[in-house]
């Protein structure tokens, strides 16, 4: 069965920083493109960042400079390193599968089941 | 950016009935367009991937249709399982990957 199981949410000041990580079992990691997807509370998903199955790691503009992706093959992990949090941050954010880099394209499948990171003074 | 608009924000309609939802992109993602289904408090499930092959286990009543620019998801006869929001995603051209502002189907 393939999983995805994220943790490191948490109740952050403004400023401060935070690393989610997110554990995928049940596939062949390395080959598939993984992506943070976040909803704020009563909003539309919202892309965050990816890592390709290349390695290569790519983010939205609202929290370019700020969040930093990073993988581990040999623990089938991702992680994020959340930097210069903002109340605007504040949201459930998932981790979900994408496509096998090279051939197939980003549909967004499995997803986690989400953790919470609510930035507050 | 290509900017995902679905139409309607609420979908008032009563089981058994056809339900149709609507996506429109600012600019042709050619059929790079998949669907999801979210429930209150449950992350988003995968419908529809490619305008119109359904995912692994999603019942026949879902199909999904368009091309270019417009978009289309059907529910055949809303389940009461059906009841949610959903929401279109396009694939196309990337970063970032970016979603519609979602339509929720409430029973009428």
């Known amino acids: 069965e393939v999983q995805l199981v994220e943790s490191g949410g948490a109740l952050v000041q403004p400023g401060g920083s935070l690393r989610l990580s997110c554990e995928a079992s049940?596939?062949?990691?390395?080959?598939?493109?993984m992506h943070w997807v976040r909803q704020a509370p009563g909003k539309r998903l919202e892309w965050v960042s990816g890592?390709?199955?290349?390695?290569?790691?790519l983010y939205a503009d609202s929290v370019k400079g700020r969040f930093t992706m990073s993988r581990e093959i040999a623990r089938n992990s991702v992680h994020l390193q959340m930097d210069g949090l903002r109340v605007e941050d504040t949201a459930v954010y998932y981790c979900?599968?994408?496509?096998?880099?090279?051939?197939?394209?980003?549909?967004?499948?499995?997803w986690g089941q989400g953790t919470l990171v609510t930035v507050s003074s | 950016e290509i900017v995902m608009t679905q139409s309607p924000a609420t979908l008032s309609v009563s089981p058994g009935e056809r339900a149709t939802l609507s996506c429109r992109a600012s600019?042709?993602?050619?059929?790079?367009i998949a669907w999801y289904q979210q429930k209150p408090g449950q992350a988003p499930r995968l419908l529809i991937y490619?305008?119109?092959t359904r995912a692994t286990g999603i019942p026949g009543r879902f199909s999904g249709s368009g091309s270019g620019t417009e978009f289309t998801l059907t529910i055949s006869s809303l389940q009461s399982e059906d009841f949610a929001t959903y929401y279109c995603q396009q694939y196309n051209n990337w970063p970032p990957l970016t979603f519609g502002g979602g339509t929720k189907v409430e029973i009428k």
């Open positions: 979900t599968r994408g496509g096998v880099w090279g051939v197939s394209s980003n549909w967004l499948d499995p």
């Open positions: 049940g596939f062949t990691f390395s080959r598939h493109d």
């Open positions: 600019q042709s993602v050619s059929g790079e």
């Open positions: 890592v390709t199955g290349a390695g290569d790691t």
């Open positions: 490619g305008a119109s």
